[in-house]
C-alpha cells in the first residue's frame, strides 16, 4: 500500500526566507515521488521528481528535494522565498498498483508568503 | 514534452443534464488515463482509471453510472456526469500516462463545473 502525508496544511514565510514543505510517504514499492504546485483556479505544474537516481533533486523555479530513505521523507525547500511562489503544493508518490500505475495525492500545503 | 488537454475549462449545466469532459494527449499516446476531482481547498480525489479499449476501473464510492468514462483511443479519454446535481460542481482534472508502467503522470489543466 502506498500514503503521502503532508504534515503541514499551511506555512506561512516573509519574502526571502527559507521554505521547507515536509512530506513523508509510505509504499511497498520502490516510490517515484514528486512535487506540483497549483496556483489558484489553475492546474497542476511539476516541480520535480525523484525517480530512483539522485537523491537530491533540482525542480524548477529554485525548488529542490532530498529523498530520504531512512526518514520515508521527500522535503520541498526553496533558499529564498518570492511572493510568485504563493500556491498550493502537492506530494505525489506513484509506483505500480496492480497493472498499472497508480498515484496517490497527498492532502496539500498552502504556502503565503508575507511581504 | 507532454501535453494533456481538457476541454471545456469551465462549463455551467442546469441540474438534470449531462455534461462530457474531454482529456486529450496531444504529443504521445497515452494507454492509462486518470481522472480526478478537487473541491475548493482540497487535495485531489482520484475518482477512476481509463484504460484504452477497456472498462475504466473505478474507485470505492464513485458512482460508475453517474460518472461515465470512455477510452475510445490512445489519445483521448472522455468523461460524462450524468443526471448533473449541484454536488456534482467541483473542478475535474484528467492525467495521462504514456505506458502502463510509468510513473509520471501529466496533467490537464482541467474543468471546473458548477451545476446550478
Known amino acids: 500500500a502506498q500514503s503521502v502525508t503532508q504534515l503541514d496544511s499551511h506555512v506561512s514565510v516573509s519574502e526571502g526566507t527559507p521554505v521547507l514543505l515536509r512530506c513523508n510517504y509510505s509504499?511497498?514499492?520502490?516510490?517515484?515521488l514528486f512535487w506540483y504546485v497549483q496556483h489558484p483556479n489553475k492546474g497542476l505544474q511539476l516541480l520535480l521528481k525523484y525517480t530512483s537516481a539522485a537523491t537530491l533533486v533540482k525542480g524548477i523555479n529554485g525548488f529542490e528535494a532530498e529523498f530520504k530513505k531512512s526518514e520515508t521523507s521527500f522535503h520541498l525547500t526553496k533558499p529564498s522565498a518570492h511572493m510568485s511562489d504563493a500556491a498550493e503544493y502537492f506530494c505525489v508518490v506513484s509506483g505500480l498498483y496492480s497493472s498499472a500505475s497508480k498515484i496517490i495525492f497527498g492532502s496539500g500545503t498552502r504556502l503565503s508568503i508575507r511581504p | 514534452g507532454a501535453v494533456v488537454s481538457q476541454h471545456p475549462s469551465r462549463v455551467i449545466c442546469k441540474s438534470g443534464t449531462s455534461v462530457k469532459i474531454e482529456c486529450r494527449s496531444l504529443d504521445f499516446q497515452a494507454t492509462t488515463m486518470f481522472w480526478y476531482r478537487q473541491f475548493p481547498k482540497q487535495s485531489l480525489m482520484l475518482m477512476a482509471t481509463s484504460n484504452e479499449g477497456s472498462k475504466a476501473t473505478y474507485e470505492q464510492g464513485v458512482e460508475k453510472d453517474k460518472f461515465l468514462i470512455n477510452h475510445a483511443s490512445l489519445t483521448l479519454s472522455t468523461l460524462t456526469v450524468t443526471s448533473a446535481h449541484p454536488e456534482d460542481s467541483s473542478f475535474y482534472i484528467c492525467?495521462?500516462?504514456?505506458?502502463?508502467?510509468?510513473?509520471?503522470?501529466?496533467f490537464g489543466p482541467g474543468t471546473r463545473l458548477t451545476v446550478t
Open positions: 492525467s495521462a500516462g504514456r505506458d502502463s508502467r510509468s510513473y509520471e503522470q501529466y
Open positions: 509504499s511497498s514499492y520502490s516510490p517515484s
